[in-house]
């Protein structure tokens, strides 16, 4: 079965650093990948999604995340974290094969330094 | 930008009482969708929907839970009989046919079972 692994549980960083977050999931072909942002007691908002084509997608608030077949992950990246970047952060995968659900990893805990 | 709208944001119940959580998912969607988040959890899929009746649903989704799509518009889940392990957040999400664009979640409900 389809799975999603996010290691970090949570990672801290200081304003203006660079941030890393990793996924890696588990499937036999490539899946669709996606990343959502929740901010505390909010709903889950698209940050970017990867089906095809080009392995570095861009999205919004200046994330983008790179999917790499042959490590199985699809790791979200910022140059420069703002204290508004403070949130959980979920990686997803699906649909696959006909099952539209998507399976998300725990998700991991942002925290933004001042 | 099309939004997928849950009402009420906040509900408090008593175990045992039913309780139905209402949403509006996008209009030209053909996927509908319920998640659920216990504090600090990950998001569950519970089920889905699609053509008027469950394409898949999880473990979690036992016969106390239903889902409905009463009209052209409203999808609702209802609980029968909520228990304390039901308090969660509960979120709805539409898709388009083939996911391609993405899920579209909506702010979620909030369930306190007292």
């Known amino acids: 079965a389809q799975s999603v692994t996010q290691p970090d549980i949570h990672i801290t960083v200081s304003e203006g650093a660079s941030l890393e977050l990793r996924c890696n999931y588990s499937?036999?072909?490539?899946?669709?990948l996606f990343w959502y942002v929740q901010s505390p007691g909010q709903g889950l908002q698209l940050l970017l999604k990867?089906?095809?084509?080009?392995?570095l997608v861009q999205g919004i608030k200046g994330f983008e995340a790179e999917f790499k077949r042959s490590q199985s992950s699809f790791n979200l990246r910022k140059p420069s974290v703002h204290w508004s970047d403070a949130a959980e952060y979920f990686c997803a995968v699906g649909p696959i094969q006909g099952a539209q659900k998507l399976v998300f990893g725990q998700g991991t805990r942002l925290t933004i330094n001042p | 930008e099309p939004e997928v709208t849950q009402t009420p944001s906040h509900q408090v119940t008593q175990m045992g009482q039913e309780v139905i959580l209402r949403c509006v998912p996008i209009s030209n969607h053909l996927y509908f969708y319920w998640y659920r988040q216990i504090l600090g959890q990950k998001v569950e899929f519970l089920v889905s929907?699609?053509?008027?009746?469950?394409?898949?649903k999880s473990e979690i989704f036992d016969d106390q839970f239903s889902v409905e799509r009463p009209d052209g518009s409203n999808f609702t889940l209802k609980i029968r009989s909520t228990k304390l392990e039901d308090s969660a957040m509960y979120f709805c999400?539409?898709?388009?046919?083939?996911?391609?664009?993405?899920?579209?979640f909506g702010s979620g409900t909030r369930l306190t079972v007292v």
């Open positions: 499937y036999g072909a490539t899946p669709y």
């Open positions: 999400a539409s898709s388009t046919l083939t996911g391609f664009d993405g899920y579209t």
């Open positions: 990867y089906f095809s084509g080009d392995t």
């Open positions: 929907f699609y053509n008027n009746e469950i394409s898949e």
